[in-house]
Every structure is written in C-alpha cells, then in structure tokens.
C-alpha cells in the first residue's frame, strides 16, 4: 500500500457520461497529480494541485476538469467521454519539493464503451 | 516526457544483468528516477540519485550518472522473472518546483 488511494479501481461507461475519479493523497503530502497513460500515448501528465489551488496544466482536455478540496483530496472529472478516453488514470502526490519523487497510486481503469 | 529518452524493450535471460538505458536533456536536472510498473499496478519508485553522484547501488539495482552526456543508466543484476516489467526513468529540476518530466518506459521481459 503506497499510501495513495484511488476509487473505484475499475469503471466501464458508455459514450457521451461523465464520471469521477477520487484519490486521497499520502498524509502530509500536499500536492496532488492526475495522469493518463493509454497504450498509444505512454504516460500523460494531465493536472496538478498544491493544496487546493491548480499549479499546472498538462495535456488535459476541455471535457477534462479536477479540484482539490480542503481535506487535500481530488477529483478528476471527466465529461462527454469518448471511445478514447479508455485508460488507467494514476493520481500521485508529493510533499513540497525535494528528493522524494512521486507516490503513485494504483489507479483507476477506466474502459468507454 | 519529450525530454526524457528511452528505448522501448529489453529482453533478458533469467539470471543475466539487465541494463535499461535513459537520456535527458535538461542540465540543471536536480534528481534522477527510476520507477517500475508491474501489470495492472501504478508506478513503484524504485530508487533515485542527486545529480552532484556519479553512482548508487541498492541491493540488486546499480544507478550510474553520466552527467557530461545527461545519460542515466540503471542495472539490475541476477535479473529474476518478478522484473518483468515497464521501467520509468524521470528527472526533476528544482527551478521547475520539482516537478517530474517521464520518459516513455522500458518494458523487460525476463526469459527463462
């Protein structure tokens, strides 16, 4: 257990839904990031946030939008979902700066069928 | 992960070294990553070293730097078939708030 966790761990809807993607960081860890990875495009950064405000954007999509709340959790929406959209998405989180890297979560697979 | 190389796929004999290669392209790279991702899991990380270190050895896992080349190479000797897996290197830059830039992973293959 890294200490990072994401709800649900698996998630199959059909075109044209939304659907939301919960992760807790690790305590004391503040910042929090979202991130794609499929099987043609690898691993995607899409969003980060540093204690509830947006630090910086990726290659996140309009249809795509996340929030951090006070409880230092996060959300990543995802609307109008599209065939392609079919991914793991990963949520990591980190304390302030340093040697520490990310903690990544398991992730959730989300299938768009 | 534009300014982080590496090769795709390795293949390795059980019991063999393995040897995955990366190359950045950011000289002012504060840390250097590796992290590992077995099937159906999230990123492990499995070591990392500070730019101003040459070489580190964890256990089975050598991490050797090449900063004149920006080259970062990680070993893994007496490779076991639980190896078999995608291999991420990363680099962090301090004046980019830590933040870490990925390459698009290594996936070894163990062979018996």
């Known amino acids: 257990d890294s200490g990072v966790t994401q709800t649900p761990k698996h998630l199959i809807t059909a075109t044209g839904q939304r659907v939301t993607l919960r992760c807790s960081p690790r305590s004391g860890d503040l910042s929090v990031y979202w991130y794609q990875q499929s099987l043609d495009q690898g691993l995607q950064f899409l969003i980060q946030?540093?204690?509830?405000?947006?630090?910086a954007k990726g290659n996140i999509l309009e249809r795509f939008s996340a929030q951090q709340f006070p409880d230092l959790h996060s959300e990543l929406n995802l609307s109008s979902l599209e065939l392609g959209d079919s991914a793991l998405y990963f949520c990591?989180?980190?304390?302030?700066?340093?040697?520490?890297?990310?903690?990544f979560g398991s992730g959730t697979r989300l299938t768009v069928v | 992960g534009e300014d982080v190389e590496q090769s795709l796929f390795l293949s390795v004999r059980e019991g063999d070294s393995s040897v995955i290669n990366c190359t950045y392209t950011d000289s002012s790279s504060t840390y250097l990553y590796w992290y590992k991702q077995e099937p159906g899991a999230g990123l492990q990380l499995l070591t990392y070293?500070?730019?101003?270190?040459d070489m580190k050895q964890d256990q089975r896992l050598t991490v050797l730097l090449n900063k004149k080349d920006k080259h970062l190479s990680l070993r893994i000797a007496d490779t076991q078939t639980g190896d078999s897996a995608i291999y991420f290197c990363?680099?962090?830059?301090?004046?980019?708030?830590?933040?870490?830039?990925f390459g698009a992973g290594t996936t070894v293959t163990v062979r018996a």
């Open positions: 990363a680099e962090s830059i301090r004046s980019n708030d830590y933040k870490l830039s």
């Open positions: 946030y540093y204690n509830g405000e947006e630090r």
């Open positions: 990591a989180s980190s304390t302030t700066g340093g040697a520490g890297g990310y903690t």
């Open positions: 070293i500070f730019s101003n270190m």
